[in-house]
């Protein structure tokens, strides 16, 4: 047998059936159909022609939705989780955040210090965050404080004052160091808390 195989198709039979086969051959007037289990012959004149077998592609199934994006946590929201976490109130972390970025992730200060509790570079890798994502900065700088605090036994002005310039200047002046930019630091927080106080009272 000779002639030209087609894969898939359909035989239209004198008959008027048509019969899915594999492939078919023809020579000297026969045609064999083949399928998986053999093949049938008989005279081409009882074969009308064939149709290629149409491809229908698989329904895909439904695309999962992909899961909604969360929003990102905002600036009050990630102080209150760090101050949580780390045993401080809510209302000490959100106005050392008041007072050191005004709430604004992308703050960089003249000095460099970056993020939301003014990070310096330095400090940030000692801590082994990266000050410019807003989850870490807060953290860390919370993490930091708390650290302060332990540090100088619980004395909050104390621990503001290193936070603000550093161990070593408190360390050096035994208590706030005579520094205008951290008294005023000191006492913006400190009003800053009082005026809470009152609120709730």
Same mark, same amino acid.
């Given at each position: ?14 008959s008027?059936?048509?019969l899915r086969?594999?492939?078919h051959?023809?020579s ?7 399928n ?10 009882a074969?009308?022609?064939?149709e290629p077998?149409?491809?229908v ?12 994006a969360?929003?990102a946590p905002s ?7 760090a101050?949580?976490k780390y /045993? %401080?109130?809510?209302r +000490?972390?959100?106005s050392?955040i ?5 709430f604004q992730? &992308?703050a960089?200060? @003249?000095k460099g210090?970056?993020?939301l509790?003014?990070?310096?570079p ?9 000050p410019r ?6 953290d860390?700088?919370t ?11 619980? /004395? %909050?002005w104390?621990? +503001? ?12 002046? &035994?208590?706030v160091? @005579?520094y ?7 006492g913006?927080?400190d009003r800053?808390?009082k005026?809470?106080d009152?609120?709730?009272?």
């Open positions: 047998m000779t002639g030209v195989a087609f894969a898939g198709e359909y035989a239209a039979l004198a008027g059936s048509m086969v594999d492939r051959e023809t000297a007037g026969k045609v064999r159909l083949y998986a289990d053999g093949y049938i012959e008989m005279d081409a004149a074969v009308l022609g064939f077998e149409e491809y592609p698989p329904v895909p199934a439904p695309a999962t939705p992909a899961p909604a969360q929003p600036p009050g929201q990630l102080a209150d989780a101050a949580d /045993g %401080l109130p809510r +000490l972390v959100r050392v008041s007072t050191e970025s005004d992730p &992308q960089v200060s @003249p210090a970056i993020g509790m003014q990070l310096m330095s400090t940030a890798e000692a801590l082994g965050v990266d994502d807003p989850a870490q900065n807060v860390a700088g993490r930091y404080l708390r650290d302060l605090l332990e540090k100088y036994d619980g /004395g %909050l104390h621990a +503001l004052a290193a936070f603000n310039a550093g161990p070593g200047a408190v360390d050096k002046y &035994q208590g160091p @005579p205008r930019e951290t008294i005023n630091y000191i913006k927080i800053d808390l005026k809470t009152d609120a709730k009272q």
